[in-house]
């Protein structure tokens, strides 16, 4: 009778702790389990987020911008320096010190939210029976009335660049590094390889990114992500090779030379470190029984309906073991609509309005179609943007770098997506999912009052633009 619960959570990542805090504010008998050990062997949760992904990836942004900003463009605000140095250790050791505090965090709101932990690896067996077996090898069974798999992802890795875990590392490994390498490489111009790219390019690091689509950013709106590449590029160094298949790899000593082909032939390139950037993949490997009902996508994907429920009934999966983008507040909500669906309540997520961001110098952010897709479509639209050196604000912060794109239904005017590539835009970004959670229209915000001067004032001269109307800039001339 212990061990049994109305809802039993396998991982601890921001899909699976936010839906077993959830649900057991919802009244329900609640447990989650979870594997992860840190680096003093004891149980930790957050998932990738927290200990390897998210947060120490955006804790070493922050430190490395610092760092940049100090050494490029204080002058610009007339702030000397008479002498600037790295200190690599510290700077990691700030990383730790933020993702134990998280990490603590976590563990202390599932305890006082009455969420039941257990330490070990889960496996859903037949009839809704989790398995848990700890580092020991002792097996704890878990009877539930409901089960939802929060398994998350793992990096995947390529045949020509097996992991070492010293000179050949995935995106974890790329978090430790002890000292700035002199030459490094990353495969992978994609949300991951940019900002891990980014963070070592800032501290003096030679960057070579290879990327094997010809298109960069193929999944963001193309005018920001050609303003991207050129910023990337020419203003911060980075050397993003588009075309560039990885053919294979070779380490000796402490360096790898890297072999690759691309428009002109085949290619290689020494480096001292190189970072496996290539996507990542749903873990699910001793997650499931053969006998447990729950069926996986072609694409290794655990399969669900739109509720997430799997082929098997009270089972549920969420967060990046599922159909859409990988993202951590994709996951987030939806453990908060499955906890409440399991509850009895009517809930649903809109798909449509998740943000995607990627967190380098500047931002780039987008929500909703871009205008290829409406294109693609077939959809009428109407776009307008508004660049940030137009901007009174980017202008006092040295910052004027991107813009604002808003696109909107010709017919309805309704919001379709909204696109930023520029300062803050992680944070500007929210401006258009609510807009579009709320099936705002372009005139909605023209009709707005924003605060002069910020930076959202660009989302406001943006929609203006949809129309032809911005105050700020010069409009389009009508044919």
């Known amino acids: 009778m212990a061990n049994q619960f109305d809802v039993v959570v396998i991982g601890s990542g921001p899909a699976g702790y936010v839906a077993a805090i959830k649900a057991a504010q919802l009244g329900l008998n609640t447990a989650i389990v ?29 430190s490395s911008e610092h760092y940049h900003k100090a050494e490029t463009s204080f002058k610009d605000h007339g702030i000397g320096l008479k002498s600037l140095t790295i200190d690599v250790k510290g700077m990691l050791a700030r990383k730790d010190g933020i993702v134990k505090n998280l990490t603590t965090g976590v563990a202390g709101l599932l305890k006082s939210n009455g969420v039941k932990s257990f330490e070990g690896s889960g496996k859903l067996t037949a009839g809704k029976v989790v398995e848990v077996t700890d580092k020991d090898g002792k097996v704890t069974k878990l009877e539930a009335k409901n089960v939802i798999l929060a398994s998350g992802s793992v990096p995947v890795e390529i045949p020509p660049t097996p992991t070492d875990g010293d000179v050949i590392v995935d995106s974890t490994g790329a978090l430790e590094f002890t000292e700035v390498p002199k030459r490094l490489g990353v495969i992978g111009a994609g949300v991951i390889g940019l900002e891990l790219g980014s963070v070592w390019g800032r501290l003096g690091s030679d960057v070579v990114v290879l990327e094997a689509q010809d298109t960069f950013l193929a999944a963001a709106d193309q005018a920001l992500a050609k303003a991207a590449f050129k910023s990337f590029t020419k203003d911060q160094g980075l050397d993003i090779r588009l075309g560039a298949r990885v053919t294979g790899s070779e380490v000796k000593g402490k360096k790898v030379t890297v072999k690759f082909t691309d428009s002109e032939g085949e290619k290689s390139e020494v480096f001292d470190k190189l970072i496996v950037c290539v996507g990542r993949r749903p873990f699910t490997e001793g997650l499931l029984s053969d006998d447990c009902d729950v069926q996986l996508d072609e694409r290794g994907f655990i399969f669900v309906d739109d509720s997430c429920l799997t082929t098997a009934p009270g089972v549920y999966a969420i967060g990046d073991v599922v159909r859409g983008p990988m993202l951590a507040h994709k996951g987030s909500e939806e453990g908060i609509m499955v906890a409440e669906i399991i509850a009895g309540h009517k809930a649903q997520m809109n798909y449509d309005a998740v943000p995607n961001v990627i967190y380098t110098n500047p931002e780039m952010a987008w929500v909703g179609k871009t205008e290829e897709e409406v294109k693609a479509e077939g959809i009428k639209y109407k776009a307008g943007s508004f660049p940030f050196a137009a901007s009174g604000r980017a202008m006092a912060a040295h910052e004027t770098t991107g ?67 911005a105050i700020h800039v010069a409009n389009r001339k009508k044919r």
Not at 38 to 56: F, H, Q, R, S, W
């Open 403 to 469: 813009m604002v794109k808003i696109i909107a239904d010709e017919e309805t005017d309704r919001i379709l997506g909204m696109h930023v590539f520029g300062l803050h835009a992680s944070e500007i970004i929210a401006q258009g999912v609510i807009a579009m959670e709320f099936g705002s229209s372009a005139e909605d915000l023209q009709l707005m009052c924003f605060a002069h001067p910020t930076l959202s004032e660009a989302v406001h001269e943006a929609a203006l633009a949809v129309d032809n109307k």
């Open 34 to 62: 979870e594997k992860w050990r840190n680096k003093e062997d004891k149980a930790v949760y957050g998932g990738t987020c927290l200990n390897v992904g998210c947060i120490p990836s955006k804790a070493l942004l922050e």
